[in-house]
Nanobody
Framework: QVQLVESGGGLVQAGGSLKLSCAASGRTASNYDMGWFRQAPGKKREFVAAITWSSTGTYYGGSLRGRFTISRENARNTVYLQMNDLKPEDTAVYYC????????????????WGQGTQVTVSS
């Protein structure tokens, strides 16, 4: 079992930055590949980024590479999502999740989820 808690969301103006954190607990938390997803009101959950347990591989959804950066510190059991040049369309609840098998880009490949943190970008 892995428990995940996100933090770092908030209200920011367009063009601003936020850094989200995801604290994982559980004996084998650092062994999981991890991902970030987001869900805006009325929309499907969308893949944002993923990172392998060793940080040797990172993956990004759509056109987010270049604005968003995923990283992790296994010693702290924490995964981060640095978000720069934020746009109003980035407004969503952001979730971190532990990958347990399958495509990184599909939410069904993740069995453990946090409760989410709200990110709101004003224009």
């Amino acid at each position: 079992q892995v428990q995940l808690v996100e933090s770092g969301g908030g209200l920011v103006q367009a063009g601003g930055s936020l850094k989200l954190s995801c604290a994982a607990s559980g004996r084998t938390a650092s062994n999981y590949d991890m991902g970030w997803f987001r869900q805006a009101p009325g929309k499907k959950r969308e893949f944002v980024a993923a990172i392998t347990w060793s940080s040797t591989g990172t993956y990004y959804g759509g056109s987010l590479r270049g604005r968003f950066t995923i990283s992790r510190e296994n010693a702290r059991n924490t995964v981060y999502l640095q978000m720069n040049d934020l746009k109003p369309e980035d407004t969503a609840v952001y979730y971190c999740a532990a990958h347990t098998g399958g495509s990184y880009f599909q939410s069904g490949a993740y069995d453990y989820w946090g409760q989410g943190t709200q990110v709101t970008v004003s224009s």
